[in-house]
């Protein structure tokens, strides 16, 4: 059974930085393409950023140039760095396995004005 575990959000002012982590369980870890969504309230759930096996990356263009997605497959573990966030980055990341379609249960980042 897969497990997703995320951390790091919090509070933060606009400008600032965030790391978000994503524990994995199971196997196969490497080959899967995993990811990042935020819903922001009364909002769809939207991707944020992926990450392939092969470390192939795509971002949503409202983040591209400010957060970056990386992973360590020893680990079994994916990170998302934000810098210089945004109000409207505001909401719940879900971690997310494309190839077993998992879901962790969500940390909250608010971006303070």
């Known amino acids: 059974q897969v497990q997703l575990v995320e951390s790091g959000g919090g509070l933060v002012q606009a400008g600032g930085s965030l790391r978000l982590s994503c524990t994995a369980s199971?196997?196969?870890?490497?080959?899967?393409?995993m990811g990042w969504y935020r819903q922001a309230p009364g909002k769809q759930r939207d991707m944020v950023a992926t990450i392939t096996g092969y470390h192939t990356t795509k971002y949503a263009d409202s983040v591209n140039g400010r957060f970056t997605i990386s992973r360590d497959n020893a680990k079994k573990m994916v990170y998302l760095q934000m810098n210089s966030l945004k109000p409207e980055d505001t909401g719940v990341y879900y971690c997310?396995?494309?190839?077993?379609?998992?879901w962790g249960q969500g940390t909250q980042v608010t971006v303070s004005s």
């Open positions: 199971g196997s196969l870890f490497s080959i899967s393409t």
């Open positions: 997310n396995d494309q190839r077993r379609g998992a």
